[in-house]
């Protein structure tokens, strides 16, 4: 009981580490829904779901998902 309890821990354990080397190797930034960290967001302050920052950010992409910038 106990080795499979240690099994799948450590299962998942190799997953998030193979996630996590994805998510460095890949080098993109984390942002929020309007671009950045910090600051006001036109979405929130209008209740909108979609603001202007992030149709322009949508709008500068390339066919392989990647920011003009």
């Known amino acids: 009981m106990i080795q499979m309890v ?3 821990i450590g299962a998942f354990g190799l997953i998030m580490l193979a996630m996590a ?3 460095i190797f890949q080098g993109k930034a984390l942002r929020g829904s309007c ?3 910090g600051g006001s967001c ?3 302050d209008a209740g909108e ?3 202007d920052a ?3 950010r949508d709008a ?3 066919r392989d998902g990647k920011v003009d910038e």
């Open 6 to 8: 240690v099994l799948t």
């Open 21 to 23: 080397v994805g998510v």
């Open 35 to 37: 671009g950045g960290v």
């Open 42 to 44: 036109a979405c929130d």
């Open 49 to 51: 779901p979609v603001c």
């Open 54 to 56: 992030k149709k322009a």
């Open 60 to 62: 500068t992409k390339t």
